[in-house]
């Protein structure tokens, strides 16, 4: 098991920019693939980016490509996502989680760790 704690959301205009951490407790976060999930009031939790446990390869929505970068420092315990270019449509709450494996799941329902989340707002 993995603790998860995010931080760096906040309010923001459009067009600004946030970097969201998240900081893993214990000695084996390098085992683990990373995603952020993002939650808009009354619709699905939705996949955002993914990140293998080495960082060597990513994987990103079409709906953020471009403007969003998912990287981490397995060193620090810590999987960071930036987000340029922010647009009134990225207000949701964000969650980081994480999974023993190898590969890069994309689908909630493949991560058993999460946080408690970070509000972000973007207004227009």
């Known amino acids: 098991q993995v603790q998860l704690v995010e931080s760096g959301g906040g309010l923001v205009q459009a067009g600004g920019s946030l970097r969201l951490s998240c900081a893993a407790s214990?000695?084996?976060?390098?085992?683990?693939?990373m995603g952020w999930f993002r939650q808009a009031p009354g619709k699905e939790r939705e996949f955002v980016a993914a990140i293998t446990r080495s960082g060597g390869s990513t994987y990103y929505a079409d709906s953020i490509k471009g403007r969003f970068t998912i990287s981490r420092d397995n060193a620090k315990n810590t999987v960071y996502l930036q987000m340029n270019s922010l647009r009134p449509e990225d207000t949701a709450i964000y969650y980081c989680?994480?999974?023993?494996?190898?590969?890069?799941?994309?689908?909630?329902?493949?991560?058993?760790?999460w946080g408690q989340g970070t509000q972000v707002t973007v207004s227009s």
């Open positions: 214990g000695r084996t976060f390098s085992s683990y693939a």
């Open positions: 989680a994480a999974r023993l494996t190898t590969g890069i799941p994309v689908t909630p329902q493949l991560y058993s760790n």
